[in-house]
């Protein structure tokens, strides 16, 4: 069982696909609503406090917006504790979405430098690129360690 | 109208930290912070025809929300913007979704940018100010002052007291702040005495300015208000420019407020004060270094080349190492006090004018309005006539007493 990072973090379905192929997603699976009614697409259950901010500087400058660095005090360690990881890029806001364009280049970059296996595809457009979609995450998931043979 | 409803359009406060304190902000003016309800889709297609291609997602809500608001599908009374600070794709957007609002709607606008510190103390001015643009519109469309009433601004450095009979100004005070309650009584003292009344033949009373609470409280004071909305009315009302556009500089001693104003009634504004190298502040460290009184420094000012002397730093600190510097090189005191004239007028230029749409007639009030050297290096930055009309110090407590005159009973 490998622990897989998720970008986007809060796809609820991405969360749901790692864990049936046997793997701990490491995401905050957060269902983004058809009519938003938040501050933002992403915003978080809980409230966050100034010290997180303070506490994200471990992984961006104190000259980056806090915004991002509030962020990054949830994400940080999820990816320094990841041991693979999936990005989906441009996915619609529905399959999952992040606010802050500022934080998903930091995270995207960070989880690179890791050297973990990094699954990055497409989000799928049609139904046709919905199956590979599915089927590239599962063999990706297979072949890590622990995953179905 | 009882709670106002501001609709917030933001990105990053929730994971700044600050939501809270935005909501206690609002709730200390009897205001309710709400998020307009939008769809995705409306999101999608809303950027599309703003047509500003930015990538943040929560900017793109936050553009989809302005939207709704100002083709009204959203009723607000009142909008803050509010985005990271140091978020240059934010700052944009802020920018550009206050103006769009301001040209097309007649909401109330205030934007704000926020680091993880940013408290509710902090925003508490700025949301009193849009609450009583919002709930006060009949009370800021007053145009003249009518009966005895008395204004008192008790602002950081310095607190004034205005009487006011049927339009005219009949007696002043005025005093450096030291304790607030008793600073506030020698003004009034001094005023009273100016104008031969007394309190008990008083009508009405206004209190503005940072000890407005507390000032207020002591003397019964029919209008509490901050300085935003009452330093507007006070600048048309003395600078004859009641109706049409204006636009209102003030640079205090703690901060600077830059006021774009509508018939008298505040637009957009911004507020700062982070930096003391842009404030009042500043001029008096200078005209105490050059061992001058500060009401000379604006006649000394008027006589130097302020390009002589290299000066302009955000920060009191350093902006006075620069003062030293130059003295200790030779510079001669009128071309450092030019200098720092420029100085402040640069950072008030370079860091709240920006946010404000500057239209005619320009009008400088507050006590450093009164230095000319800062009057000449705003008119030179802004590249027109700035208008600093008569009492132009008292401007707080002359908005006051104007505005408590609607509370005169019977009116």
Redesign the interface.
């Known amino acids: 069982m490998a622990k897989v990072f998720l970008y986007p973090t809060t796809s609820l379905i991405l969360s749901d696909l790692v864990a049936r192929f046997g793997h701990t997603p490491l995401s905050a699976a957060l269902q ?1 609503r ?8 992403e ?2 259950p809980l ?8 506490k994200g500087l471990r992984w961006a400058a104190v ?9 990054m005090s949830l994400y940080g360690p999820m990816i320094e504790a990841a041991e693979a990881a999936i990005i989906i890029n441009n996915a619609d ?2 399959f999952g ?6 934080t998903n280049e930091l995270i995207k970059y960070l989880v690179r430098k890791r050297n973990i296996p990094v699954l990055d595809l497409e989000y799928p457009q049609n139904e046709e690129e919905g199956v590979e979609f599915v089927a590239a995450i599962k063999q990706f998931l297979d072949t890590l360690k622990g995953g179905s043979p | 109208m009882s709670r106002v409803r501001i609709a ?1 359009l ?11 304190e935005i909501d206690e902000a609002a709730a200390a003016v009897d205001a309710e912070i709400f ?1 307009p ?4 889709a409306d ?1 999608r297609h809303s950027f599309d025809e703003f047509g500003l291609d ?5 900017l793109k ?1 936050a553009i989809a929300r302005a939207k709704a608001l100002v083709e009204g599908r959203v009723e607000a009374d009142a909008v803050f913007i509010a985005t ?4 240059a ?2 700052a944009i957007v802020r920018n550009e979704l206050r103006r769009y609002i301001h040209e097309n709607s007649r909401l109330p606008v205030v934007s704000y940018s ?4 940013t408290t509710a103390g902090t925003l508490l001015t700025r949301m009193e100010a849009l609450t009583t643009i919002a709930r006060r519109r009949a009370l800021l469309a007053r145009e003249e002052q009518q009966g005895l009433t008395m204004g008192v601004d008790s602002g950081s450095s310095t607190t004034k007291a205005v009487v006011m009979r049927d339009n005219e100004i009949i007696g002043t005070g005025w005093l450096p702040t030291t304790a607030v309650l008793q600073s506030a009584d020698e003004a009034v003292a001094q005023a009273l005495s100016a104008a031969g009344v007394t309190r008990e033949d008083l009508e009405a009373i206004g209190t503005t300015g940072y000890g407005r609470f507390l000032v207020g409280d002591h003397l019964k004071a029919d209008l509490v208000q901050e300085e935003l909305t009452v330093n507007s009315k006070g600048a048309v009302f003395l600078a004859d420019t009641q109706r049409g556009p204006s636009t209102v500089i003030d640079i205090g001693g703690m901060d600077n407020k830059a006021i774009s104003v509508q018939d008298g009634i505040p637009g957009t504004f911004t507020m700062g004060g982070i930096c003391a190298g842009a404030s009042g502040r500043f001029l008096e460290m200078t005209s105490k270094r050059l061992g001058v009184d500060i009401t000379e420094l604006g006649p000394l000012a008027m006589k130097g080349l302020s390009r002589k002397v290299p000066m302009n730093s955000y920060c009191i600190v350093f902006g006075t190492q620069s003062l030293v510097n130059a003295l200790a090189a030779g510079s001669s005191p009128e071309d450092v006090a030019a200098a720092a004239c420029h100085s402040v007028a640069e950072q008030v230029f370079e860091q709240q004018l920006q946010e404000v749409d500057i239209k005619d007639p320009v009008i400088m009030v507050g006590g450093t309005s009164l230095i000319q050297g800062l009057v000449r290096a705003m008119e030179d930055l802004l590249q027109t006539e700035i208008v600093v009309p008569h009492h132009s110090q008292y401007i707080g407590a002359v908005g006051s007493a104007l505005l408590a005159s609607g509370f005169i009973k019977g009116d």
């Open positions: 983004v058809e009519r938003i009614q938040t501050a933002g697409l915003s978080p409230q966050i406090t100034p010290e997180e901010p303070k000259e980056v917006p806090s915004g991002v660095r509030g962020r806001y529905s979405c992040m606010g802050c364009a500022r | 917030q933001s990105c990053g406060p929730e994971y700044s930290g600050v939501q809270k998020f309800d939008l769809k995705l999101i930015v990538r943040s997602p929560d809500l990271c600070f140091r978020c794709e934010a926020f680091t993880e510190r």
